[in-house]
Nanobody, 124 residues
Framework: QVRLVEFGGGAVQAGGSLRLSCAAS????????MGWFRQAPGKEREFVSA????????DYAVSVKGRFTISRDNAKNTVYLQMNTLNAEDTAVYYC?????????????????WGQGTQVTVSS
């Protein structure tokens, strides 16, 4: 049974930082590209960042580029999202997802497994 469990969400003031983690089990983690998505109230779930299985490629949504950093530790079956200089527009439920494909996937449809999400709330 595949499980993706996100950790590290919470409430933070604007300008602050959070580090999200996503622990994977039940799959060959090092073979999967991993992504982070987010969904704000009343909005569609959107792509935030992704990293290929070998960490050779990463990409970010324009809105987070330069502030967020994705990384992974295949030995720990964990992917991370370091979020700096947070603002109110970053408030959302953040989801990690696993993709057994080629390269970075930007669409939700490209991902095979999803976590349950973790809430990030940024107050201004």
């Amino acid at each position: 049974q595949v499980r993706l469990v996100e950790f590290g969400g919470g409430a933070v003031q604007a300008g602050g930082s959070l580090r999200l983690s996503c622990a994977a089990s039940g799959l060959s983690f090092s073979r999967y590209n991993m992504g982070w998505f987010r969904q704000a109230p009343g909005k569609e779930r959107e792509f935030v960042s992704a990293i290929t299985w070998s960490s050779s490629n990463t990409d970010y949504a324009v809105s987070v580029k330069g502030r967020f950093t994705i990384s992974r530790d295949n030995a720990k079956n964990t992917v991370y999202l370091q979020m700096n200089t947070l603002n109110a527009e970053d408030t959302a439920v953040y989801y990690c997802a696993a993709d057994y494909g080629f390269g970075v996937a930007y669409s939700r449809k490209g991902y095979d497994y999803w976590g349950q999400g973790t809430q990030v709330t940024v107050s201004s």
